[in-house]
C-alpha cells in the first residue's frame, strides 16, 4: 500500500540551528502539507503546497520556514534558524487531488531543540 | 474561524464494549466535511471515518459510527466491540468544502482498550 514516508524519525539540534525535515509523498498525489503537534497539545496546519508553490500558511509559518520540492519526490520543510518553541512533531501529508480524495500523513519527525 | 472542540482528553473502555468519543466544532460555512482520525503508538494518523455536511445519513464504516448532528455542531465517533487495536489518540477534524483545504485538528482523546 502506498505511503507517505518522512526522515528523520527524530532529531535533536540547537537553538538557532538550521534543519531540514523530509518527506516522500505518494507518488501521483499532487498537494502537500506540513502539520505540527507540539507535545500535548493539537495538531496544527503549517503549510500547503501545489504547482511548485505555496497554497496557503499559517501564522505559525513565518519567515524561519520554507518549504520546497527539488526534485519532484521529495517534498522539504526547512527551518532556518531553530527555536526552543520549534520542538514538536512534525508531519507531512499528501493528497491526490480527486473529488473525495483521502489525506495520507507520514509517521512524523519528532525535533527536539535544545 | 473554524474551531474543533474535544473535551475529553482520556477515555477508557473494556473489550467488546461500547465506547463514544465527543466532538463539537463552529462554523459559518455551510459545506464542509468532518473526519476522526485515529494515531496508534507507531505515530502515523489514519482515516476512521468521514462525513459530508450535506449528507443527513451518519457515516458507518464496520464497528465505527458517528452520531452527526448538524444544528448542534455535534459529531461523536461510537466505537462497538471494542478491540485491543483501537488503542490510540482520536482526532476530530474540520475541513471546508474544498477537498484539498486544510484540515483543523481537535486536540485529540486518548482511548485505552483494556482486556
Known amino acids: 500500500e502506498p505511503e507517505v514516508t518522512q526522515t528523520p524519525s527524530h532529531q535533536v539540534t540547537q537553538m538557532g540551528q538550521e534543519v531540514i525535515l523530509r518527506c516522500v509523498p505518494i507518488?501521483?498525489?499532487?498537494?502537500f502539507y506540513w502539520y505540527r503537534q507540539i507535545l500535548g497539545q493539537k495538531v496544527e496546519f503549517l503549510v500547503s503546497?501545489?504547482?511548485?508553490?505555496?497554497?496557503?500558511k499559517s501564522e505559525i509559518f513565518d519567515d524561519q520556514f520554507s518549504v520546497e520540492r527539488p526534485d519532484g519526490s521529495n517534498f522539504t520543510l526547512k527551518i532556518r534558524s531553530t527555536k526552543l518553541e520549534d520542538s514538536a512533531m512534525y508531519f507531512c501529508?499528501?493528497?491526490?487531488?480527486?473529488?473525495?480524495?483521502?489525506?495520507?500523513f507520514g509517521e512524523g519527525s519528532r525535533l527536539t531543540v535544545l | 474561524a473554524q474551531t474543533v472542540t474535544q473535551s475529553q482528553p482520556e477515555m477508557s473502555v473494556q473489550e467488546a464494549e461500547t465506547v463514544t468519543l465527543s466532538c463539537t466544532y463552529d462554523?459559518?460555512?455551510?459545506?464542509?466535511?468532518l473526519f476522526w482520525y485515529k494515531q496508534p503508538p507507531s505515530r502515523q494518523m489514519i482515516l476512521v471515518i468521514r462525513q459530508e455536511a450535506y449528507k443527513q445519513q451518519n457515516a458507518t464504516e464496520n464497528r465505527f459510527s458517528v452520531n452527526f448532528q448538524k444544528a448542534a455542531k455535534s459529531f461523536s465517533l461510537k466505537i462497538s466491540d471494542s478491540q485491543l487495536g483501537d488503542t490510540a489518540m482520536y482526532f476530530c477534524a474540520f475541513r471546508r468544502g474544498f477537498n484539498t483545504d486544510k484540515l483543523i485538528f481537535g486536540t485529540g482523546t486518548r482511548l485505552q482498550v483494556f482486556p
Open positions: 462554523t459559518s460555512e455551510s459545506n464542509y466535511y
Open positions: 501529508a499528501s493528497l491526490g487531488g480527486e473529488i473525495a480524495g483521502e489525506l495520507f
Open positions: 507518488s501521483n498525489h499532487l498537494y
Open positions: 503546497f501545489y504547482n511548485n508553490e505555496i497554497s496557503e
